[in-house]
């Protein structure tokens, strides 16, 4: 039986394909002192030998686990302990595992729930699991979508009462939506001290005080929330949450100035009442007045 030809050494083609790397990766490795460069034939190319070829096996098998090339490097030329290059890739592996797991999770959710629900956090979604399909609008969804961005998942959770209050309350629906029509008339056009933005700033704080009582008649309980919250505090994103004063100057509202001072005193109402307070109620604009011209906006 005769042998193929056996050559000493061969050209960088042929080393790159036996390694199952490229001619390119071959060159960077000379580069950067991953693999010396070996001496050229008569035609001025590069001949790789035996122990080439198993430096770019190792090499690719290393590579192929994840190590980065320079500590394949420094581990060849013996300055760095290789098990300290593993401990941080099987660390970086891990992260990127938890990650993976999250993104699967994620997708599950999505398919499952049929829309954008599906991707806020699982204590969002579990909140509202029970509430009927379509039930929930864009705008909802956008709204947890902000709150979980900066109060957390257990902020946008224990929000997510508000909404299935309104999905099973067609009256609070229908003043919710009259507001929010209201609230977009208080354009550039309307000054901040019409009387109008604080008549319209009570209303809101009767809808919001309405919405509270039915969440409490509907005997809601926040300790399941927190109970779940402690369990995944280390795994989900609220690590990624800011504080309320610092997502005001981040986030963009087209709000004029009116509207700007009917936030301002809806929250000073809502504020004074559930801290038993007397709110102050500005002296040019009496209380009359201000609902008599409610209307004129809602």
């Not at 790789?48 to 190590?67: F, H, P, T, V």
């Not at 581990?75 to 290059?85: L, Y």
């Not at 000054?191 to 919405?211: N, Y």
């Not at 109402?269 to 002296?283: E, K, S, V, Y």
């Amino acid at each position: 039986m005769h042998l193929p030809a056996i050559p000493r050494r061969v050209k960088i083609g042929d080393a790159a394909a036996f390694t199952g790397t490229t001619p390119r990766a071959i060159r960077h490795y000379h580069a950067i002192g991953l693999l010396a460069e070996p001496e050229r034939g008569a035609d001025n190319r590069r001949r790789y030998g035996y122990d080439d070829i198993i430096r770019l096996l190792w090499i690719r098998k290393m590579a192929d686990a994840g190590i980065p090339l320079d500590d394949i490097r420094t581990a060849f030329a013996g300055t760095i302990d290789i098990e300290q290059s593993l401990a941080r890739l099987e660390e970086s592996l891990t992260a990127k595992a938890a990650a993976i797991e999250h993104q699967r999770t994620a997708v599950r959710h999505l398919r499952e729930s049929g829309n954008p629900l599906g991707l806020l956090s699982p204590l969002v979604t579990g909140r509202l699991r029970h509430v009927p399909p379509g039930a929930l609008r864009p705008a909802d969804l956008d709204t947890l979508l902000v709150t979980e961005r900066i109060f957390g998942p257990l902020g946008a959770a224990v929000q997510a009462d508000r909404f299935i209050v309104l999905a099973t309350r067609p009256d609070l629906r229908a003043e919710e939506d009259r507001l929010a029509e209201a609230e977009a008339a208080l354009d550039d056009s309307v000054s901040p001290d019409d009387p109008r933005v604080d008549a319209l700033a009570i209303q809101r704080c009767a809808h919001e005080t309405a919405l509270l009582a039915a969440i409490e008649d509907a005997g809601e309980t926040h300790d399941d929330l927190f109970e779940q919250y402690d369990e995944t505090a280390d795994n989900d994103e609220s690590k990624t949450t800011m504080s309320a004063s610092e997502a005001i100057g981040k986030m963009p509202y087209d709000f004029s100035p009116a509207r700007i001072r009917y936030e301002e005193r809806a929250f000073e109402l809502l504020h004074a009442q559930q801290n038993g307070d007397t709110p102050h109620r500005p002296t040019d604009q009496p209380s009359t007045a201000s609902t008599d011209n409610a209307g004129d906006i809602s």
